[in-house]
């Protein structure tokens, strides 16, 4: 396994929100959003990915996916792909996420729509985290970011080795709360 395996499990244990040690459906109940008439499109984008990673990556079909299941899965179905072979899921949740961010529906993201976004997420927002991940995701330098930027990004989040900028992915599925 790769230097993306501290990053997964990162994002394991922000999605396992019940504290189960596994991925599974119950884990949805604790998402923000979800509940009530209208749904958060991140809560939805969070829902599908759960699914998506249930449906893909349980290997024992018990009905979550385990530390090891995920890690497991992602080394086999994604290391060695490109982008453009990201699993349809997770390429939904990243398009749910660009969709947050654009809050102009220009189709780019500015430095500071992407600073706004990860500040509303609690995430890391410091100007050092923003100015690092901004200039990373910007493949092409031109003080935006674009949804291809992004889906290349959470590519080598689940594949690349160290260096990689997380926060923007992680921000979406905030960290597990005291039930």
Do not use: C
Not at 89 to 94: D, S, W
């Amino acid at each position: 396994m790769g230097a993306y395996t501290q990053r997964v499990l990162e994002l394991f244990e922000r999605l396992d929100k019940d504290g189960s040690g596994g991925i599974n459906p119950r884990d949805l109940a604790y998402v923000e959003g979800i509940s009530g008439s209208r749904p958060t499109p991140l809560a939805l984008g969070t829902q599908r990915l759960v699914q998506g990673f249930v449906r893909h990556s349980d290997a024992n079909k018990d009905g979550q996916v385990s530390k090891i299941e995920l890690l497991n899965y992602v080394d086999k179905a994604m290391v060695g792909t490109t982008p453009e072979t990201l699993p349809d899921y997770i390429r939904e949740f990243v398009s749910t996420v660009f969709a947050v961010m654009d809050t102009d529906r220009s189709g780019k993201v500015s430095r500071a729509a992407f600073e706004e976004y990860l500040k509303a997420r609690h995430a890391d927002a410091s100007v050092d985290t923003v100015g690092y991940e901004f200039e990373h995701l910007d493949r092409d330098h031109d003080g935006f970011l674009t949804l291809g930027d992004l889906q290349a990004a959470a590519h080598g989040f689940f594949t690349a080795p160290d260096g990689v900028p997380g926060s923007w992915l992680l921000a979406a599925v905030p960290e597990r709360t005291a039930a």
